[in-house]
């Protein structure tokens, strides 16, 4: 039977609004005191945004004469807003388990890269790989992460380089977008490499002078539509003036800059993220103290990335200094062939262990200040009225044990369209 309003989630133990003002990202004071209400309810429209958020008496007095689609009783559970993931690799063929075991024999990151692998390795199987093997290689990570409560996910091309094969990557990424619930923020990472044969500058001539071109076309068309620019700023790949010409043209075509930066070098990349006004930079276990200085100022969100510094054995991002220093911190799984992680939850539970963060201040990390990073803040990242509906119940009464990777809780994601 049709109802007035879409879902109400009654009585929840705990509701988590995270914040309560419209805030579009919290600072290191805000995410000291995220906002948590005990026995609270939630109305979600038929167009699936939030009607209402409050004490569970006063929500049933403002509703007693309305009528819903459907009503969870959460009595025992905890609501929370659906997790944002900022940073993805997600579509791609061919494992990398050879390459773990390099590593685990004492090879870099850039050893391999250096010798053909790493990311070429993924490049040659995505090229080769047809379109529709790599969606459903892609639908089921995405539907692992939902699982895990990721209502809001960034997915990077990137394993193409060629022009054809980025191009195969943003329609996957743009039928699962179409096809799926989960929100994706899709970023277009054709310098994640340089292609073989080519020097880096040559590689950002042709992404500016062809690749961005074609995008845009496409764009236009209603083919594809992409959200971020993203370069992999980085000792041997793209050096900072390459990675300055492909971000500003990025911008120029109306992207929004957020890219690899500071990750196995310094490289002053969190400088340029400042300097373009980027919406964030990611990694930065070797960003130098002007960059933490320049990024808290020009309120580029750092999103910082703990399976890579697992999987890796890299140095910690300096979660604490960024924090102090007034720097927006949001988290991503990094998700990709080397960091096999679809868990936001693991995420943040290693922010907490490896990266000194509190749990308050991972969840905020990993709701509102993503939802920042990709420019998504004034819809997504807390339980506020007029945002999106998407929000997940964990069937624990505490919030704080969803932080604990042995607690055993189950997950029910609600995520509406846009
Ligand atoms: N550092 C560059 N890109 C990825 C790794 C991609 C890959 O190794 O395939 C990252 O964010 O960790
Ligand atoms: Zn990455």
Same mark, same amino acid.
């Given at each position: ?27 290191? @004071? ?12 939630? +109305? ?41 993931? @900022?940073?993805?690799? /997600? ?15 004492? #090879?870099?990151? *850039? ?7 790493? $990311? ?24 692992? *992460?939902?699982? #895990? ?45 340089? /292609? ?10 042709? $992404? ?17 539509? +992409?959200?971020? $620019? ?15 010409? $492909? ?19 310094? *490289?002053?990349?969190?400088? %340029?993220?400042?300097?373009?006004? =980027? ?18 100022? =020009? ?29 927006? +911190? ?31 201040? =991972? %969840? =905020? ?5 993503? #939802? ?24 624990? /009464? ?21």
């Amino acid at each position: 039977m049709a109802g007035e309003y879409k879902l109400l989630l009654e009585g929840a133990k705990e509701l988590v609004l995270v914040c309560t003002q419209g805030e579009k990202y919290l600072l290191e @004071a805000g995410m000291q005191h995220l906002a948590v209400l005990e026995n609270a309810s939630v +109305v979600i429209g038929k167009d699936g945004y939030i009607k209402a958020a409050g004490d569970a008496k006063i929500i049933r007095n403002q509703f007693s004469g309305a009528s819903f689609e459907k009503t969870i009783d959460c009595s025992g559970k905890c609501i929370l807003p659906g997790l944002v993931d @900022a940073h993805t690799h /997600p579509v791609w063929a061919g494992d990398r388990v050879h390459e773990f075991s390099m590593k685990l024999a004492g #090879a870099s990151y *850039m050893d391999i890269h250096q010798v053909g692998g790493g $990311i070429h390795f993924t490049v040659r199987h995505t090229q080769e790989a047809p379109e529709d093997e790599l969606f459903q290689r892609f639908k089921q990570r995405l539907l692992r *992460m939902m699982r #895990a409560g990721t209502t809001l996910v960034e997915c990077k091309s990137g394993y193409g380089l060629n022009l054809e094969t980025e191009i195969k990557m943003l329609r996957v990424i743009e039928r699962a977008r179409r096809e799926l619930d989960i929100g994706i923020s899709s970023t277009y990472c054709g310098a994640h490499s340089v /292609p073989k044969g080519k020097t880096a500058t040559e590689a950002a001539d042709d $992404i500016i002078n062809f690749h961005l071109p074609k995008l845009k076309e496409l764009e236009l068309n209603g083919e594809i539509h +992409v959200d971020n $620019i993203d370069v992999f700023c980085e000792k041997g790949v793209f050096d900072l003036n390459s990675t300055r010409r $492909i971000l500003q043209a990025g911008k120029d075509k109306g992207l929004q800059i957020n890219f690899h930066g500071d990750e196995l070098h310094p *490289m002053h990349s969190a400088e %340029l993220g400042a300097e373009l006004e =980027a919406k964030a930079v990611s990694h930065l276990e070797e960003i130098s103290n002007e960059g933490i200085t320049a990024m808290a100022r =020009a309120k580029c969100a750092a999103v910082l990335l703990p399976t890579t510094a697992y999987i890796l054995r890299l140095k910690q991002p300096q979660a604490r200094k960024m924090l102090e220093e007034g720097v927006i +911190v949001a988290l991503g799984s990094d998700f990709n062939p080397n960091a096999y992680c679809c868990s936001m939850p693991m995420v943040m539970h290693l922010a907490c262990v490896n990266m000194k963060m509190s749990m308050k201040e =991972a %969840l =905020a990390a990993a709701t509102i200040n993503a #939802a920042y990073a990709l420019g998504k803040s004034h819809s997504h990242g807390s339980i506020e009225i007029g945002k999106q509906g998407d929000l997940f119940i964990i069937n624990s /009464p505490r919030y704080s044990l969803f932080f604990h990777s042995n607690s055993s809780y189950t997950v029910v994601t609600i995520i509406f369209h846009e």
